[in-house]
Each structure stands twice: as C-alpha cells, then as structure tokens.
C-alpha cells in the first residue's frame, strides 16, 4: 500500500512558476513509477508527466515539455513536478500516482495503468 498526498498548488500569474510535491507513504517507494495527471473543469483527466524509479527516464505531455520538470528524491519518498512559463490553460487539479513496477526503466502514461493516486491540488494560473 502506498499513499500519496500533494501539495503546492495555489494561484499565480501567466508566466509564473510552482513546484508541487507528492509525499508518499509505504514501503519500497524506489520500486514505484510515478506520474502526475491533471484534471481541468469539464474536461477528462489527462497525463502531464512521469518518471521511473529513479528518474533516469521521463516522458512528458506535449503541452509542458519544455516547461515542467518531473523529478523524484527516493530519500525523501517525494516526486516533484517544477512548473515554468506558465499558462491559464494549465488551471486544473493535479494529481500524482503511483504503480509498482519491477523495471527500473518502466515509465507509464496510461492513467489506468496506476494503482495509487493521491488526493489532487489545484493549480490557477491568472492571466
């Protein structure tokens, strides 16, 4: 069992920066592959980023590449997501998740592919 529990949205201006955080609880944090999904009023949950076990390999939706940096700390048991330059349309609620994974390169896109999800934090960009 894993929990996960974000934090760091709150509101900012277009063209700010956030950094959220997902700490997770349980056993073999390192063994996980983790992600970070968005949610935006009426629409579908949709990826943003994910990362390997130990953050070798990442992937990242077209829409912030180049602007959000996922990165994770096993140390900690915590997976960040860095947001740059950001845009009105980034408003949403986001969520981290995570799925065990015995590759230690595995790196997952697919929403339904995680097991754990956390509680969601919003994020408002302003313009």
């Known amino acids: 069992q894993v929990q996960l529990v974000e934090s760091g949205g709150e509101l900012v201006q277009a063209g700010g920066s956030l950094r959220l955080s997902c700490a997770a609880s349980g056993r073999a944090f390192s063994r996980y592959a983790m992600g970070w999904f968005r949610q935006a009023p009426g629409k579908e949950r949709e990826f943003v980023a994910a990362?390997?076990?130990?953050?070798?390999?990442?992937l990242y939706a077209d829409s912030v590449k180049g602007r959000f940096t996922i990165s994770r700390d096993n140390s900690q048991n915590t997976v960040y997501l860095q947001m740059n330059s950001l845009k009105p349309e980034d408003t949403a609620v986001y969520y981290c998740?995570?799925?065990?994974?015995?590759?230690?390169?595995?790196?997952?896109?697919?929403?339904?592919?995680?097991?754990?999800w956390g509680q969601g934090t919003q994020v408002t960009v302003s313009s």
């Open positions: 990362t390997s076990w130990t953050g070798g390999s990442t």
């Open positions: 998740a995570a799925t065990y994974s015995s590759s230690y390169t595995r790196v997952e896109v697919r929403s339904t592919a995680y097991d754990y």
